[in-house]
């Protein structure tokens, strides 16, 4: 069975430029989770959709959004990027109805100049 | 608020040695644990999950629950130079609300 993908793998933007990544859940999962991974600042809950919903939100500001597809794929946005925005940007896919294991994708490296 | 600690480390074990990691939680009613092993500049790859009271093994990995004094534990035998990695503990509170809650990780490294 495929693993979760997620595109672009890197990505260099410049500040005030918005992005879109993607990502491609493992077959018959429904729940998508995002996450932000800075070095001091470890794994950041971004947000989590399931069925094209979003349950939960992490505290970031309203630059980060998301959406989830009918067909479970999801989308995050981030637009008038910060220096600060530079972070590997992990989604996690898992079953959804209830939390249980989540299997992370290989991430987007994103780095704002 | 809902936590979860872990020592960041360096954990430094010799090789062939038994690796033992910790990790505490705040969340009384929490209902399921996950070790995740994640290499430098690589993402998290799911290790173990354990749901109830007690041991579980697969291979030369054992995790350990105790809800009573909240804490899991991870123990690596015969621990190898490719185990070096950090080790996240994540748990799922009551009341979750779709979100995992995380630890910052411990650094493992095996010396040769």
């Known amino acids: 069975k495929a693993g979760v993908t997620q595109t672009p793998r890197y990505l260099i933007k410049t500040r005030g430029q918005q992005v879109t990544l993607s990502c491609s859940p493992i077959s018959g999962h429904r729940s998508v989770s995002w996450y932000q991974q800075t070095p001091g600042q470890g794994l950041q809950f971004l947000f989590e959709?399931?069925?094209?919903?979003?349950?939960n939100k992490g505290n970031f500001p309203g630059r980060f959004s998301g959406r989830q597809f009918s067909n479970s794929r999801s989308e995050m946005n981030v637009s008038t990027l910060e220096l600060g925005d530079s972070a590997l940007y992990l989604c996690?896919?898992?079953?959804?109805?209830?939390?249980?294991?989540?299997?992370f994708g290989p991430g987007t490296r994103l780095t704002v100049t | 608020q809902k936590e979860v600690e872990q020592n960041s480390g360096p954990l430094s074990v010799p090789e062939g040695a038994i690796a033992s990691l910790n990790c505490t939680y705040s969340?009384?009613?929490?209902?399921?644990f996950f070790w995740y092993r994640q290499y430098s500049g690589k993402s998290p790859e799911l290790i173990m999950f354990?749901?109830s009271n007690g041991d579980k093994e697969d291979g030369r990995f054992t995790a350990q629950l105790n809800k009573a004094s909240q804490y899991v534990s991870l123990l690596i035998r015969d621990s190898q130079p490719s185990d070096s990695a950090t080790y996240l503990c994540a748990v799922n509170p009551m009341d979750s609300n779709y979100q995992l809650i995380w630890g910052a990780g411990t650094k493992l490294i095996i010396k040769p």
């Open positions: 996690a896919s898992s079953w959804g109805t209830d939390l249980y294991e989540q299997y």
């Open positions: 354990i749901y």
């Open positions: 969340d009384r009613g929490s209902q399921s």
């Open positions: 959709y399931f069925s094209e919903t979003q349950r």
